[in-house]
């Protein structure tokens, strides 16, 4: 190890979450969080790990951008193929996790995910910048490959396949839906004494508990 990383710390200072001021549900005060992290950290903020676990029972863990959020939960999009759809169908659960340096803010979901339905794949592929579009077509994702003239060659391709012509979204791309059944608000505090906030779905009920930092 070129650096000793053993004493690598800061202090982290943040406003409290108090009971008394917090609302029932919790994806409204995910709203007001991610708000806030969109002005202090711009494009990143949406940025999220994404854990699941493969059929083995072996977690997995990658970074992925949050594309949709409303009361019943989260939206995200991927290859079907790759290797988080692969363990998402054989096992579908999976965790989220937000981290906010500069607001000293994490938000952990965990719940169930299941496929969007078509059209609204449908939809936001078309949103999509033309080039991002190319990419769903372009890469196999998690596949070994030759090397990154083999990306470039199916690009070249590909633009030649679809030049003047709308991109269809491809069958194998879509999005994901987690249905939370607990979500959690850790807000650092000094001496780290941190403020951690847990909400569990019960039924079609929010119960919320303080926990140990």
């Not at 003047?164 to 001496?191: A, K």
């Amino acid at each position: 190890m070129t650096r000793d990383i053993a004493d690598i710390r800061r202090d982290y200072e943040g406003g409290r979450l108090d009971e008394d001021q917090l609302p029932e549900r919790p994806m409204p005060l995910f709203d007001e969080w991610l708000a806030l992290a969109l002005d202090a950290e711009g494009q990143d903020a949406n940025a999220m790990t994404l854990a699941t676990v493969d059929s083995q029972g072996l977690p997995h863990a990658r970074v992925v951008l949050l594309k949709g959020a409303e009361d019943q939960g989260l939206q995200f999009f991927s290859n079907y193929h790759s290797h988080k759809g692969s363990e998402l169908a054989n096992v579908p659960q999976a965790a989220l996790v937000f981290w906010w340096p500069s607001l000293a803010r994490q938000v952990r979901f965990e719940g169930a995910v299941e496929k969007i339905d078509t059209k609204a794949s449908d939809a936001y592929f078309a949103r999509r910048p033309r080039a991002s579009q190319l990419g769903a077509w372009v890469a196999t994702q998690s596949v070994v490959i030759p090397g990154r003239q083999w990306l470039e060659e199916r690009e070249t391709r590909f633009k030649q396949a679809y030049e003047g012509q709308e991109i269809p979204r491809p069958l194998h791309w879509g999005g994901y839906h987690l249905t939370p059944n607990m979500i959690e608000f850790w807000q650092g505090q000094p001496s780290r004494l941190h403020d951690r906030i847990r909400f569990e779905r019960r039924d079609d009920h929010w119960q919320r508990f303080r926990l140990a930092p």
